[in-house]
């Protein structure tokens, strides 16, 4: 457990370590989950390491396979909500949830616990979320995000990766989103959550103003297009969006990461 940076909240992190020979110091990975939360929506009311989604379990043992220490950060339940929300409640969450103005102050305030910890390259930290959390990372990685000040690849991330985000983020970035870090950001046409669209036209402001951000457009792929499971993976363009994305985003860390 480590405090948000937004000073009043308590959070729960699970650790994934290094697998195999890796420096005494490893880069580390920072993973916030979607709007589901981090577990399995088969966890019936036990919410702890051993009912973690399949997803997160699968990249966060990827990551410790790379060599990295990942942590993904519950957001959720320390707030009340560890059993996630559904997409069709959007307008309804809580404040106190929110993807743009709150959880960004998650994101650093795992970042300043992974500084306390004699086994991570504090100076070598990057960002991965998903949906709610990949909307929570753009936001994070905005160079005039209040979350933390002065943000530089040094005292903040080295660099993000975004799946599926919705893009409209509240309005907040209407202007287009300058991040202090290289952002890239994966989506699929056939995503039934999140407007690709959006998210094409946020990169595309962003860009007009040389800001180091890409967008990665899978045909045919639909949100949560990296679940493992069958229901997602039985679908062609998904399983080919994921080892695509899979790939990029071990080859993009390892540039931002790896001595």
């Given at each position: ?135 929570a990372t753009l936001a994070t ?28 983020l509240k309005g907040h970035f ?86």
């Open positions: 457990m480590f405090p948000s940076a937004d000073g009043q909240t308590t959070l729960v992190g699970y650790v994934f370590k290094p697998e195999g020979p890796h420096a005494a110091r490893s880069p580390a990975v920072v993973m916030m989950h979607g709007r589901a939360g981090p577990y399995s929506s088969l966890a019936d009311g036990r919410y702890d390491a051993t009912t973690l989604s399949q997803r997160h379990q699968k990249w966060g043992h990827l990551w410790a396979q790379q060599g990295y220490l990942a942590i993904l950060v519950d957001g959720f339940g320390p707030r009340g909500f560890p059993q996630g929300f559904s997409h069709q409640d959007y307008k309804q969450r809580p404040e106190s949830v929110n993807e743009v103005i709150v959880r960004p102050y998650d994101a650093y305030g795992a970042l300043a616990y992974l500084h306390t910890r004699n086994d991570v390259a504090a100076d070598r930290i990057a960002l991965q979320g998903w949906s709610n959390g990949a909307s990685m905005s160079s005039a995000t209040p979350a933390l000040k002065s943000p530089s690849p040094s005292s903040g991330f080295r660099g993000a990766l975004a799946f599926y985000p919705g893009c409209g209407k202007a287009g989103l300058i991040p202090y870090a290289p952002l890239r950001v994966y989506v699929g046409t056939a995503d039934e959550e999140i407007s690709p669209q959006e998210c094409s036209e946020l990169v595309d402001v962003s860009r007009a103003q040389q800001a180091n951000i890409t967008l990665k457009i899978y045909p045919g792929a639909t949100h949560d297009f990296d679940d493992p499971g069958p229901s997602r993976q039985d679908i062609p363009a998904n399983a080919a969006a994921t080892r695509d994305a899979t790939a990029e985003a071990i080859a993009f860390f390892a540039s931002l990461l790896k001595k």
